[in-house]
């Protein structure tokens, strides 16, 4: 009999595991889209089954989430058609955008370049730190977009639109949930599956406004006591541009829990409002809550650098190097901090840092390879430069044709020079840097008309560079222009007031009208 | 402001009289106990209008006590005890012209002139010849003038000099008339002069007068035969005079010339030993303990020590009008005052700027010591003419403040960065392995030559190159974008960069993926460029493809039916906005 039982062994129903576990282990192992898979095939089978659900929105919104503290590029249009009034002159150092070009003890702009903003140029390429705010609606729409970096006119609808668009193509059959027929209000009430759908709402659909419905009824629902959808209230206030609505949102929610990234939300907020300040003191409030926190530490210092208070952005860099050794952004900031300032032994310490934590690319080759020239070590320097033009994608290999040009020019060789600058051109037109250089060169060599195309050009390429300007307005001066002398050195010393050939330059022209 | 008050706290005003018309300097002022009484007067010897109403005043307290007239302009005034008897009361020396005038009682006493000098026998035979008519007036002239090109004006005599200012025939007849029958002296005059303690320290002690005069000598004088004791010798003028020690024992007197140059003089010498050269020519001069402050004309404060080595120097922020030293024996301090061209007086110690007083007007001259019954006043006369006195506070302490700095006026230090120890270390290996580095940066060199030769040789081959600088079309490319999309509008600026030669038969085409974009007007033709001239080509450019994506767009500049571009120009487009929110 007993046999007869082993017999009879019961057989396995399924020689799988639960479905829903595996999706489970899936989703663990971030295997979002055999999870969405297993999750839609559960769904066919039973609709009604929650847990498959939630988990279904939670793998499709792992897909697509950013985190939105990090890397927010603000639009054409948020920037220009930006209706809230702020103080147009206001104190010096407490406005991003009237901070003044050079201040604080940083080297000054004849050493560091500037972005198109006119501030100095940042040791990593981050959202906004190459474009800056433009001043007119002209200029905001011509300079970026002819460049590589290609401005989105409106936060909102471009990335955010791109990237919905993006996972739309990936599921393929039509969208998983229908907004327009969900009933916001049950699911406000359900908190299991409220903050799932919520975030599937806000980060998949990018749907602000239904997103902003179903966190305002839930909310409502918890008699204001979770501190997370408050959060998630002041996300959507954000998204949709009512900033002293969000920051209203993540004021209180900060007074239920502190969060990190409540304190990160909040400082972005008053960065929006062009208010500094009052988020350097919200990131230093959520510091004593958080000692060491590097992300809090990071947004310090990029607001420094913003304020073009370099050596204290270098100090809160410094800070986060203390705890967290590993971070590309501080490491390349204090670099190229070191290197500006004439320290280029140093630097080349940083950047080689970075070299061994396994960044390999055309940039790091070519910041390797400068270093090492204005450093003295010389027999690295040419080396540095071949592998990072070997790197180089076409838009990096512009820059690494212009510094080579440097290289020749410290060395005096004026034709390697001249062929480099030549050669930045190709890979990028709208090379402001290199036009000017040729302009010099071409002065140098008595082609005048020549040379003043080239400035022209590169002022007109790149509005934030003094030099062509100044070099334009010497060339008139020498060819006896003395009124076109005057206007352009007149542009030169806007963009940078402390030049002194430029003051001297006016001063010489002065004295010539003013002689009888 | 905060020194403003500063100097409010250390001065009182004691007495400003803005109508005083005083016209004078710091070498034409002494204060001194002229009756022994204990109370010290100011006695200031008036320059007048500067030709007429010379006076020499004695001012106590604020009430002008005594007046007497000079004959001519003053170059100093000095007040010294000449004898041993009871009171000590000083005699006052004024220095005018070749002649010293000694007052004992405020009465004149004596007068000293100075040896004559040696006249030029020419000058000599010539004025003779005049006088017993041998030579006419015009002559007479002639010589004089030659001789005046020969060895300078100062090598001639008053009279010839001021002959030689007459210019027409009627009043040169007239001077020589009226001059011809006296006899032809040559005389020199006081440049400045100082006093030199004969045998005891002590302050009431007999003092010997120490001259210097136009014909750069120095000479010490005795005090109560007014013979000359000592008789020295310059190469130049000189203007300053400081003297200390006692004539019997050991003295220096340190000179500061009209040639910018410092000479001391010591016991038993004849001839000025040189100790340090200026910059410029000195406004005034100092000696204090161990040093010599000097300010010269181009602004600058200089401490030497007696060797003449230089200790320090100042660059000051106006010109010097007039130096004093304000020695404050309360506090044992040595200060120096500087009267400068912007209404400023500023009181350095040492280096050091510790105070500074600001008065209504210039201040040309300054006085510091016993006045009336106080021992630290400060008399200064403005260039107005009015008087202003201040007594320095008993409270006042002149401290030097460390963060202050050395002062503003000294020349700020360039800010060089300091080299790294890395940075060391690193030259260590440079200098070391000098030779392979050397050898490895030129191996790279001729690669990187050869690869960027090669790369440019291409990118000549293709014409991808927005800028041509052949002979024959110097032209100059470049293109930017507008709008938003999905419509753009391309903008493609051409100029000629030649000087004369214009550009024919251009056109410019736009060529790009047709899957991704239509361009309205790809083929534009260029009309003749002329030089210097921007031509403008514009047309539009419509992203026709779903997918959201970007591409390049090239243009090409062509030449009649060339089957090569001049000039190629790639466009990034950026991504179409408006099209996605559908």
Redesign the interface.
């Given at each position: 009999m007993a046999t007869k039982v082993n017999k009879t062994f019961q057989p396995c129903r399924t020689n799988i595991m639960d479905p829903l576990f595996l999706a489970l282990s899936n989703f663990r192992r971030r295997n979002f889209e055999k999870c969405v898979e297993i999750c839609t095939e559960l769904l066919n089978k039973n609709p009604l089954d929650q847990a498959v659900w939630s988990l279904k929105t939670r793998a499709l919104t792992e897909q697509v989430w950013v985190d939105e503290c990090d890397g927010e590029e603000e639009g054409l249009a948020d920037v220009l058609m930006d209706d809230n009034t702020i103080a147009s002159v206001a104190r010096p150092g407490t406005s991003l955008r009237s901070a003044p070009p050079s201040s604080a003890g940083g080297p000054s702009q004849t050493f560091r370049p500037s972005t198109q903003s006119g501030r100095p140029l940042s040791g990593v390429v981050r959202p906004g730190s190459q474009g800056g705010r433009p001043g007119t609606m002209d200029q905001a729409?011509?300079t970026p977009?002819?460049?590589?970096t290609?401005r989105?006119?409106?936060a909102t609808?471009?990335r955010h639109?791109?990237l919905g668009?993006a996972s739309m193509l990936s599921t393929g059959d039509g969208s998983f949930i229908n907004l327009a027929r969900l009933n916001v209000a049950k699911y406000a009430n359900q908190q299991n599956i409220a903050k799932a759908l919520f975030e599937y709402i806000y980060f998949h659909e990018n749907d602000v406004r239904h997103a902003l419905d179903l966190a305002a009824q839930a909310t409502q629902a918890l008699n204001f006591k979770d501190w997370w959808w408050k959060v998630q209230l002041g996300r959507c206030y954000y998204r949709l541009g009512l900033f002293r609505d969000a920051e209203k949102q993540f004021k209180s929610a900060l007074k239920q829990q502190d969060n990190i990234n409540t304190f990160l939300l909040l400082g972005r907020v008053y960065i929006r409002l062009d208010q500094p300040m009052a988020s350097l003191d919200v990131y230093k409030d959520g510091l004593d809550k958080f000692p060491g926190e590097v992300t809090l530490l990071t947004a310090i210092s990029r607001i420094y650098e913003g304020l073009n208070d370099l050596p204290k952005a270098v100090k809160f860099y410094k800070d986060v190097l203390q705890c967290d050794a590993t971070h590309v952004e501080a490491i390349a900031c204090i670099g190229t901090n070191h290197f500006y300032?004439?320290?280029p032994?140093?630097a080349l310490?940083f950047y080689r840092r970075l070299l061994q934590m396994g960044i390999y690319n055309c940039e790091i080759f070519n910041n390797l390879g400068l270093c090492c020239f204005y450093?003295?070590?010389?027999?690295m320097?040419?080396?540095c430069?071949?592998r990072a033009?070997s790197l180089a994608t076409d838009q990096g290999i512009a820059d690494v044709w212009y510094n080579?040009g440097h290289i020749a020019l410290g060395?005096g060789?004026i034709n390697?020079a001249y062929?480099?600058f030549?050669?930045a051109?190709?890979s990028d037109?709208?090379h402001g840097e290199s036009y000017n250089n040729?302009g010099v060169l071409e002065y140098r060599r008595g082609n005048l008309?020549?040379a003043r195309?080239?400035f022209m050009?590169s002022a007109?390429?790149s509005p934030h560079m003094y030099q062509p300007h100044y070099n334009h307005a010497k060339l008139a001066h020498k060819v006896g222009d003395l009124q076109t002398s005057f206007i352009i050195v007149q542009k030169a010393l806007n963009l940078f007031p402390a030049h002194v050939d430029s003051q001297e330059l006016l001063k010489t022209l002065e004295t010539h009208f003013q002689t009888l | 402001m905060g020194e403003k008050s500063n100097s409010s706290e250390r001065w009182l005003t004691a007495h400003h009289d803005p109508l005083a018309s005083l016209y004078t300097f710091g070498s034409c002022m002494a204060l001194a106990d002229l009756h022994g009484d204990g109370d010290s007067k100011l006695i200031i010897a008036d320059l007048g209008t500067g030709a007429y109403n010379m006076k020499l005043k004695v001012y106590k307290g604020t009430n002008l006590m005594s007046e007497n007239t000079l004959i001519d302009l003053p170059t100093g005034v000095i007040t010294f005890h000449m004898d041993t008897t009871e009171p000590r009361v000083p005699a006052v020396a004024v220095a005018s012209g070749s002649y010293i005038y000694i007052y004992k009682n405020l009465r004149p006493y004596f007068k000293f002139t100075l040896p004559t000098l040696e006249v030029n026998p020419t000058e000599f035979d010539a004025w003779n010849q005049a006088r017993d008519e041998l030579l006419d007036v015009s002559m007479l002239y002639e010589i004089l003038d030659s001789l005046r090109q020969e060895v300078g004006e100062c090598g001639l005599t008053t009279r010839s000099q001021r002959f030689l200012m007459c210019h027409d025939h009627a009043s040169q007849l007239t001077f020589l008339e009226q001059h011809k029958g006296f006899l032809l002296k040559r005389q020199t005059v006081v440049t400045c002069f100082s006093t030199l303690k004969k045998s005891h320290a002590e302050d009431d002690a007999i003092s010997c007068l120490v001259l210097g005069t136009e014909s750069a000598n120095i000479f010490i004088l005795d005090p109560e035969a007014f013979t000359i004791l000592n008789s020295m010798s310059l190469p130049s003028v000189p203007v300053f005079l400081c003297v200390n020690g006692l004539y019997d024992v050991e003295y220096r007197i340190i000179v500061a010339c009209r040639n910018g140059q410092i000479y001391t003089l010591k016991r038993g010498v004849k001839l000025g030993r040189p100790t340090a050269e200026l910059t410029s020519q000195p406004v005034g001069l100092i000696r204090r303990d161990k040093s010599i402050i000097v300010a010269t004309m181009d602004q600058y404060l200089y401490s030497f020590n007696n060797k003449g080595k230089r200790l320090w120097s100042l660059k000051l922020p106006a010109p010097v009008l007039c130096m004093e030293s304000l020695e404050i024996r309360t506090l044992g301090l040595t200060l120096t005052a500087l009267g400068l061209a912007d209404r400023r007086v500023l009181v350095y110690r040492d280096k050091h700027l510790v105070d500074t007083i600001h008065t209504q007007d210039n201040v040309t001259a300054i006085k510091f010591g016993r006045f009336g019954r106080e021992d630290n006043t400060l008399v200064m006369i403005m260039k107005g003419g009015s008087l202003l006195v201040k007594i320095l506070k008993r409270t006042a302490r002149f401290e030097v403040e460390e963060s202050q700095g050395p002062s503003q006026a000294v020349a700020v230090k360039l800010s060089i960065p300091k080299k790294t120890k890395l940075f060391v270390d690193q030259t260590m290996r440079e200098r070391e392995n000098c030779v392979l580095m050397h050898r490895v940066f030129q191996h790279d060199l001729y690669r990187l030559r050869l690869s960027t030769a090669r790369a440019y040789v291409s990118a000549l081959d293709t014409s991808s190159n927005p800028v041509s600088l052949s002979q024959s079309e110097p032209l100059k490319l470049s293109a930017q974008v507008l709008g938003l999309g999905p419509t753009f509008k391309l903008r493609v600026e051409l100029q000629n960069t030649s000087s004369v030669t214009p550009s024919l038969e251009l056109a410019v085409v736009f060529h790009c993926d047709d899957r991704i974009y239509t361009v309205n007007q790809s083929f534009i033709q260029i009309p003749m460029l002329v030089p210097g001239i921007v031509h403008v080509a514009e047309t539009l450019v419509t992203c026709i493809s779903e997918l959201g994506i970007s591409d390049t767009v090239r243009v090409f500049v062509i030449k009649g039916k060339a089957n090569r571009p001049l000039l190629t120009a790639v466009i990034n487009m950026p991504v179409a906005e408006v099209f996605m929110a559908t």
């Open positions: 729409l011509r977009r002819t460049s590589q290609a989105p006119v409106s609808s471009g639109v791109r668009t300032s004439d320290q032994e140093v310490r450093a003295q070590q010389y027999d320097t040419l080396t430069f071949e033009l080579l060395i060789d390697l062929q480099c030549r050669l051109l190709v037109n709208d040729l008309e020549t195309a080239f050009t007109s390429l | -």
